[in-house]
Structures are given as structure tokens and as C-alpha cells.
């Protein structure tokens, strides 16, 4: 049976248009009585990567916060909790709160924000490639009669797209996420992870928010983008599918839709879904610039070892923009920054790529390099993607 994902257009981020666009896009799906019934307790986790303000498009626009809360409590739901723990957020939650502008569209739709940080913690354990791993995640997403994912559609320089799959690593708290960057420190098993994790999370509506989006240098500080979409499904996976769809990415390139067909879990292919709502050919944008996967997911670890040197892909700093806050150092699981007179210096034997330096920097001070190796092969390959886009359209 094919998994349904609702599409629908929305030019703005008004309110009004954006609370009928909501209500357009739940509909088929049975509106979103299916999902919160009276009295229920709801969580819902927007993507609050940045302390940034919203028309940066790092983060879920408050405007689809609100609009969802409302639905929540229109459906019957007692409480709405929203919430989420970017890694740099410690100390900072008022700040993180204010400037994406979730705190006032929670509070104008009657909800309100819950502290990841200060609450309770659960364990969840599943498996990642056959090696039992047990993580903190914030025990409200048990205790929740409901969980909604509100991502954001952007790019993502490790795991090229960062989407509702992704969206779930937010459940775990603050610094914790670091450890698991550094556990798995390749992409494909990053990818393997945050895939486990998903699934093992009681998620039970995925809305994705790409009404205004982020491309280049995903996640935090690429291009604002205009796809005017949001999507929406019961199937994480099946909403990151509508992603790559939408802008033209095959699925099978990012590591994490790769991972996800491997162990049989959501959507296979774009024929495993059925796209309801406003018509797809209505939908696909044109433009919208993915980073190149790292291709070292693609090479045996044999060959790997003797061609790491050559090819990479790591942070650099941008001239002149470094405040030397410390965030970056304070963040990075292979301890492979020091700041110094400059600014940020970047150990390239222990930098693991992981790039939560680039989502935690306040000034967007750093940036992707790549090895000059690599910029050759990841050229050519835009240039491959280029040129299959245009003959298929
Ligand atoms: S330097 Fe940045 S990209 Fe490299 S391991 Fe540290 S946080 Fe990750
Ligand atoms: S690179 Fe960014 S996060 Fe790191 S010290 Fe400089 S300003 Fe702070």
C-alpha cells in the first residue's frame, strides 16, 4: 500500500494564509482530529537549530507554530507543549525562545514551551547496525498522548538534506547529540543512527515547513529559499520523500533515505507514495542547490583509509568574522578546535565533520571546505546532477 504524503502551496507566511493552508493540508489526511482526540496531552517539536529570527528560514516559522497549536486545541487537545534542544542552547533557552519568535505564536495559540533541558529524561535503546545503543531523549515524548514533528526543509552539509527524519534528533538533549556525532562519525552510520532513533520514537504526525527554505550551506547558515510548500504525513520518511521530490533530489543520494529503504522502513521509492492534496507538477521548484553528499559513504573502508587524506570536506573560517565566543570549541565532540589570536583554528587530523561547529556559531563565521580533490569531485557530480535534471524535465 502506498503511503500517503499531503502537499500543499502557500505563497506567505501571513497567518491567516498559513493557518487555511494547515487546515488544507491535514484535511486529507482526516484533518487533524485523526491524530489529537479530546483531552489529549500534545508535544510538538519544531526545528529550533539557530537563535536566529525566522526569516533566516534556519528554523520552523513561528507562523506554522502557531497555526498547528491552534489545530491541537481545536481537535480537543487539553495542553500543547512546544519544545526542542539545539546543541547550543544551555543557558541561552529565553534567547533560542524569543528570536525564532516560537514563544509568541505558542503563547498567541494558547500553548506553551517546555524546557528540554530542565525536563525529565527517558531512556530509549534500539539497534545501529547490530550494536545495542541506549540514549537520553526528553521523557515527555512518552508521556505526550500525541507527538507532532514540525521540520523545516533545509540542507545539510553532512547528510546533504535535513528533514522530518532528521528532526527527531532534537528529542535528544543539548550536548548529548555531540557524543552520538562522535560515536558515529561516519555518515552512513550518523544516518543509521538518527534513522534508528526516529523509529523508535512515538512521532505520530509529520509536518514539514518549506514555505520559505534553506539550501547551499544547510543547516544554518545557507540561502533562504522560496519553495512555498508544506508537507505533511504519518511517515517521516515518506515526508523527507516529498522533500527530495519537490526539488529534484533522488532519494537514494541522501544517507538517510539510503538507510531507510535498506532496513524496510517507510517509502522505498517515489512510486510508494501517493501524493494527495495540491497536484505535485504544481508543487516541484526549480533552483534549489543540495550540497554533494560526501562521497566517502560511497567508498570501502580499505580504500577510504588511504584516500582520507585527499578527500574531505571540513569547517573553515570565514576572514574576519570570528567573535571568538567559544561555542564552536565548547561543541565539538573530537575536541578538534582551539581558539586562538584569530579566532577558531580547525584540526583537520581530528575533525570528524560532523559540522556542529557551523550549527552552533552565532555569526556564521564558519564554512564547508573542501579538499581541492574533493571540490573536483564534487563538481563534476553537480555538473551529472545538472544534466540529468535538465533531460528529465
Ligand atoms: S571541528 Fe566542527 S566539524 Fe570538525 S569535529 Fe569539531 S564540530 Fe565537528
Ligand atoms: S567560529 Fe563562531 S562559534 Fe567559533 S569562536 Fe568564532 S564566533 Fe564563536
Not at 525562545?97 to 503563547?107: D, L, P, R, S, V
Not at 563565521?365 to 535534471?389: F, G, Y
Request: contains cysteine; proline residues 6%; aromatic residues 8%.
Amino acid at each position: 500500500m502506498k503511503t500517503k504524503v499531503s502537499l500543499q502551496q502557500c505563497n506567505s507566511y501571513k497567518q491567516e494564509e498559513v493557518s487555511l493552508a494547515i487546515k488544507a493540508l491535514l484535511k486529507p489526511l482526516g484533518n487533524m482530529t485523526s491524530f489529537v482526540k479530546k483531552n489529549d496531552l500534545v508535544l510538538i517539536k519544531p526545528n529550533m537549530l539557530s537563535c536566529k529570527e525566522p526569516e533566516r528560514a534556519a528554523t520552523t516559522h513561528p507562523s506554522v507554530i502557531e497555526a498547528v497549536v491552534k489545530e491541537c486545541f481545536e481537535a480537543g487537545a487539553s495542553e500543547v507543549w512546544v519544545g526542542d534542544s539545539p546543541p547550543a542552547i544551555f543557558g541561552r533557552t529565553e534567547d533560542f525562545w524569543n528570536k525564532t519568535g516560537f514563544a509568541k505564536a505558542t503563547e498567541a495559540a494558547g500553548g506553551k514551551m517546555l524546557c528540554f533541558e530542565k525536563d525529565e529524561k527517558s531512556n530509549v535503546s534500539f539497534k545501529v547496525f547490530g550494536q545495542e545503543v541506549t540514549t537520553p531523549v526528553i521523557k515527555k515524548v512518552f508521556d505526550a498522548d500525541v507527538v507532532i514533528s514540525l521540520s523545516k526543509m533545509k540542507t545539510h552539509n553532512l547528510t546533504r538534506i535535513t528533514g522530518a527524519v532528521k528532526n527527531n534528533f532534537g528529542f535528544i538533549p543539548g550536548f548529548a547529540k555531540a557524543l552520538w556525532h562522535k560515536k558515529f562519525t561516519k555518515v552512513n552510520e550518523f544516518s543509521a543512527f538518527v534513522s534508528e532513533l526516529a523509529k523508535a520514537l512515538p512521532v505520530k504526525l509529520h509536518i514539514m515547513d518549506g514555505i520559505e527554505a534553506m539550501d547551499l550551506q544547510g543547516p544554518a547558515s545557507g540561502r533562504v529559499k522560496k519553495n512555498n510548500i508544506l508537507i505533511a504525513s504519518e511517515s517521516p520518511v515518506a515526508v523527507d520523500m516529498g522533500f527530495c521530490k519537490i526539488v529534484g533530489l533522488k532519494p537514494e543520494s541522501v544517507p538517510i533515505m539510503k538507510y531507510c529503504k535498506s532496513i524496510g522502513w517507510g517509502p522505498a521509492s517515489f512510486e510508494d507514495v501517493e501524493f494527495i492534496g495540491t497536484e505535485l507538477q504544481k508543487c516541484l521548484v526549480k533552483g534549489y542547490v543540495v550540497p554533494p553528499a560526501p562521497p566517502v559513504y560511497l567508498i570501502p573502508d580499505f580504500v577510504l583509509d588511504f584516500i582520507r587524506k585527499m578527500i574531505w570536506t571540513g569547517p573553515n573560517l570565514k576572514d574576519n568574522k570570528c567573535i571568538k565566543c567559544g561555542r564552536c570549541k565548547n561543541i565539538c565532540p573530537a575536541k578538534a578546535i582551539e581558539i586562538k589570536e584569530k579566532g577558531a583554528s580547525f584540526d583537520r587530523n581530528k575533525c570528524i565533520s560532523c559540522f556542529c561547529c557551523m550549527e552552533v556559531c552565532p555569526v556564521e563565521a564558519i564554512e564547508m571546505k573542501a579538499s581541492p580533490l574533493m571540490a573536483i569531485i564534487l563538481k563534476l557530480r553537480n555538473v551529472k546532477q545538472v544534466l540529468s535534471r535538465n533531460k528529465n524535465e
